[in-house]
């Protein structure tokens, strides 16, 4: 299997690492630019291949959080490009219609979070789970199954 990075950008997002011949690797998104840059250094450095949520701003979502949504992503990507590594942008609805995991009419956020939690503790029972890397877990393990039927 060839190294998968997932990756959910929020500021209380992650990132991890799947190669096939160990557990998953996974950390909650770096507090600053330099940890988030050795962080994307040590675990792709040019191998794999990396899945990063594609975000947007949101209706309601405030112009501050907005833009740091927006700097992180931008930092995210160009981690990944000056790592030398391929990446794809992935849909939020892609990879949560594959787990069953689209948003349920007037669902709280937090009920969402842990509805995704305890699917990735299904798909990775060896795993501590949070919050903040469940979704990276789950955007990894879709590109892990994409990169299988190419």
Same mark, same amino acid.
């Given at each position: 299997?060839? &190294? &998968?990075?997932?990756?959910?950008?929020?500021?209380?997002?992650?990132?991890?690492?799947?190669?096939?011949?160990?557990?998953?690797?996974?950390?909650?998104?770096?507090?600053?630019?330099?940890?988030? +840059?050795?962080?994307?250094?040590? +675990?792709?450095?040019?191998?794999?291949?990396?899945?990063?949520?594609?975000?947007?701003?949101?209706?309601?979502?405030?112009?501050?959080?907005?833009?740091?949504?927006? &700097?992180?992503?931008?930092?995210?990507?160009?981690?990944?490009?000056?790592?030398?590594?391929?990446?794809?942008? &992935?849909?939020?609805?892609?990879?949560?219609?594959?787990?069953?995991?689209?948003?349920?009419?007037?669902?709280?956020?937090?009920?969402?979070?842990?509805?995704?939690?305890?699917?990735?503790?299904?798909?990775?029972?060896?795993?501590?789970?949070?919050?903040?890397?469940?979704?990276?877990?789950?955007?990894?393990? +879709?590109?892990?199954?994409?990169?299988?039927?190419?």
């Amino acid at each position: 299997m060839q &190294v &998968v990075i997932g990756i959910d950008p929020g500021s209380s997002g992650g990132i991890v690492r799947l190669d096939g011949r160990a557990p998953p690797l996974a950390e909650p998104m770096p507090k600053t630019e330099r940890d988030l +840059w050795l962080l994307v250094h040590r +675990w792709c450095g040019g191998i794999g291949h990396a899945f990063i949520e594609h975000v947007h701003s949101m209706p309601k979502q405030g112009v501050a959080s907005t833009f740091t949504f927006g &700097v992180n992503y931008g930092l995210l990507r160009m981690a990944l490009i000056a790592s030398g590594t391929p990446f794809e942008k &992935v849909q939020p609805t892609k990879w949560q219609r594959e787990f069953g995991l689209l948003k349920r009419g007037d669902e709280t956020k937090v009920a969402k979070k842990n509805r995704h939690k305890a699917v990735a503790q299904e798909l990775f029972p060896s795993v501590k789970i949070t919050h903040a890397i469940a979704d990276a877990l789950l955007i990894a393990e +879709w590109g892990r199954r994409q990169q299988e039927k190419r």
